[in-house]
């Protein structure tokens, strides 16, 4: 057998998950310092859309506010408008792209959820059921929206809710401190204080689910633990699956289709759950994460 040269043609691999951001339709959600931040958007086809406005699903990609792929949870966004919701991937200012940290994420993922109920109507969604879904740097964005005041871009209308209705959360940055993930990537220490989760926990949180292997050397598990539980004890809605073993990013359909599909049935059960979707008759392979 021959093997080629540098002069033979050759074929690029294909990204399935680039290949379905083109299924996608895309828009301008925000434009800051000149930079055009996009939202890629997937909505049910007539036979699945629901009579009523739909719920919508937003995705932040993982990252640790340095870099990260728009198209990470595009499996995703074509698995959940095929059960009836409008999804959106969002993109976000990471620092090798706009040079930039965790408060612009933070406030990105404010933007992008008051774009949502700023276009309601034109989306055809219910602003009431907006679940943020977001992986590492992505998570901590969008769970921030959530939980912390303040962080948000100047100028912009603070008294429509940049608050999700639920949150599905991938091993998330919940601690910024020491022992955590991130402290370096803010400009001082007071601010990664301030963006610390775990110590802003409180009564009235959305309902959450977490999804966390255990084997993470990246973000340590021991975080969302810690999380899940001061925030159960609050009396918040707070489930955290842990997947023995796992390591960081072990959900991601180009990784393993196994922990792929077992975490998309467990989200699909939680959304379920909160009435965000119709149960579907062929759905339930089931949770292979353990409920801590």
């Known amino acids: 057998m021959s093997l080629p040269t540098d002069s033979s043609p050759r074929s690029l691999p294909i990204d399935r998950n680039r290949e379905l951001l083109k299924t996608a339709r895309e828009e301008v959600y925000k434009t800051s310092n000149g930079a055009d931040l996009n939202v890629y958007i997937w909505g049910p086809d007539e036979q699945r859309a629901p009579v009523a406005p739909k719920s919508v699903a937003a995705f932040f990609f993982s990252s640790g506010w340095d870099n990260g792929q728009i198209s990470q949870f595009a499996p ?88 999700p209705n639920a949150l599905i959360l991938f091993n998330p940055v919940l601690d910024t401190s020491k022992s955590g993930f991130g402290l370096d990537r803010f400009p001082n220490p007071n601010l990664a204080k301030d963006a ?71 989200m699909d059960d939680f959304l379920v759950e909160l009435g965000f979707i119709e149960p579907d008759p062929n759905a339930g392979l089931g949770e292979e994460g353990v409920i801590v």
């Open 76 to 163: 995703h966004c074509v698995y959940f408008a095929s059960r009836g919701m409008l999804t959106l991937a969002f993109d976000y200012r990471v620092s090798v792209r706009h040079g930039t940290g965790p408060i612009e994420a933070m406030a990105d993922a404010r933007s992008a959820m008051r774009w949502i109920r700023m276009n309601a109507v034109e989306l055809g969604i219910n602003p009431g059921k907006i679940v943020g879904i977001g992986g590492s740097g992505g998570a901590h964005a969008i769970a921030s929206a959530a939980i912390l005041p303040g962080f948000d871009e100047p100028g912009e209308d603070t008294s429509i809710s940049a608050a």
């Open 196 to 266: 610390h989760l775990i110590r802003a926990i409180q009564p009235g949180f959305p309902p959450m689910l977490i999804l966390h292997g255990t084997g993470d050397r990246v973000v340590p598990f021991d975080g969302s633990y810690e999380f899940s539980k001061k925030s159960s004890k609050k009396k918040n809605f707070c489930r955290l699956l842990a997947f023995e073993g796992q390591g960081h990013g072990f959900f991601n359909f180009n990784l393993s289709f196994e922990m792929y599909e077992q975490t998309l049935m467990a």
